[in-house]
């Protein structure tokens, strides 16, 4: 079922936690909403949910609106943080828990229970209490309690939040796979760009209660639409520098970045990311400021015209601090920011 978000604000007094949000998510796909904290990414999921009441706008699920319907008759499954479950009940119980509230007879629901529980590869764990859980356990539990009504839409809220990264990076795979074989569309908040780039159809990138940018996320990483979005998505960071551009060539200090931009004379932030940066014999040498190992790449900082910008290389190179290299930037990856900080150039 396709959900579509028109001119949607949540306002508490003169402060608007959501700013008139429009937004298309078409059936069977995940949509990644992503911010920092306090952007309005929660207050989006519970106006979608029906926990919390819109301001104005509206919410569609499918050809029916659903602004003003109560959550337990929107078709929702709703996932949280931290899993919700309800402790004194076994797994088994705890999944069949909203059949069992709809009337659904006992052994009826404990089919249901036990098909879920074997998507979610719990099956094995249906009469343990939650605390003989693993984190990632507990919310496998509570994935397939807000699935077992086969609802049309899936709102998850920082599910992963409480897990360590390695259970974090499982999980998540776990949730696509789920997601992917139920077909069911999907609303996955988080603050974790990361989380949201891998497993996301789209994603909305959401800042004091706007979304900036909605897009499938490698052509978002690519063309940021501002420094935002830029500067949010990507670690490590982007590097945002000052830059001349004259007749067409832009210059940082003594470096020729690139030649041949259609942008008025003047000075500009640009934004290089750290992977633009290849390794070139006769290329222009950049002082070498410190040299980190971070996973199977060297991070280095280069000094660029006085600028401290960071590069990332293959660690298979002897590079130490005070070193010279001769690097050249991908000319294409180069983005010029406008005073407004929208990107004008690329
Ligand atoms: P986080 O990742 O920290 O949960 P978020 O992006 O989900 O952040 P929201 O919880 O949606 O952010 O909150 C958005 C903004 O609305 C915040 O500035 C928050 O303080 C404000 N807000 C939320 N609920 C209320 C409320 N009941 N009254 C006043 N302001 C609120």
Redesign the pocket.
């Known amino acids: 079922m396709n959900i579509r978000i028109e001119n949607l604000t ?1 306002a ?2 003169d ?1 608007k ?2 700013d008139n949000m429009n937004l298309m998510v078409e059936d069977g796909q995940l949509v990644g909403l992503l ?12 106006m979608l949910a029906g926990l ?1 009441e819109a301001t104005t706008g509206r919410i569609f699920f499918g050809d029916k609106e659903v602004t003003r319907v109560a959550p337990e008759d929107r078709g929702i499954g709703l996932v949280f943080q931290n899993y919700a479950l309800y402790p004194h009940m076994t797994v088994e119980d705890n999944i069949m828990f909203p059949l069992i509230n709809r009337k659904v007879r006992k052994d009826a629901a404990r089919q249901q229970a036990y098909e879920m529980a074997k998507l979610v590869q719990i099956d094995t764990l249906l009469k343990r209490k939650p605390s003989e859980l693993s984190g990632g356990q507990q919310q496998r539990v509570a994935i397939a309690r807000a699935l077992v009504k086969k609802p049309k839409v899936l709102l998850l ?2 599910p992963l939040s409480n897990l360590d990264a390695k259970l974090r990076v499982e999980t998540r795979e776990e949730i696509r796979r789920i997601q992917q074989e139920v077909g069911i569309t999907t609303i996955f ?1 988080t ?1 974790d760009q990361e989380e949201a780039m891998s497993i996301s159809d789209q994603i909305a990138v ?1 800042k004091s ?1 706007v979304v900036q940018q909605f897009d499938v996320p490698q052509s978002m990483y690519l063309n940021p639409c501002n420094r935002f979005v830029a500067t949010f998505l990507g670690t490590p960071e982007i590097n945002i520098i000052d830059v001349e551009v004259l007749g067409g060539t832009i210059k940082c200090g003594d470096v020729v970045l690139r030649t041949g931009v259609d942008v008025k004379n003047g000075t500009y932030k640009a934004g290089i990311r750290p992977e633009s940066f290849t390794h070139r014999e006769d290329d222009h040498k950049y002082k070498v400021n410190s040299v980190r190992m971070i996973g199977r790449d060297l991070l280095l900082h280069l000094d660029m015209a006085g600028r401290d910008v960071r590069a990332i290389t293959h660690s298979g190179q002897s590079i130490t601090t005070g070193d010279t290299v001769e690097f050249s930037v991908r000319e294409s990856s180069i983005l010029l920011f406008g005073s407004d900080d929208k990107v004008i150039g690329k």
Do not use: I
């Not at 911010?35 to 519970?46: D, Q, V, W």
């Open positions: 949540k508490y007094g402060f936690a959501v911010g920092p904290s306090g952007c309005g990414k929660s207050t989006t999921l519970f919390t809220d920082e908040v603050h959401m209660g």
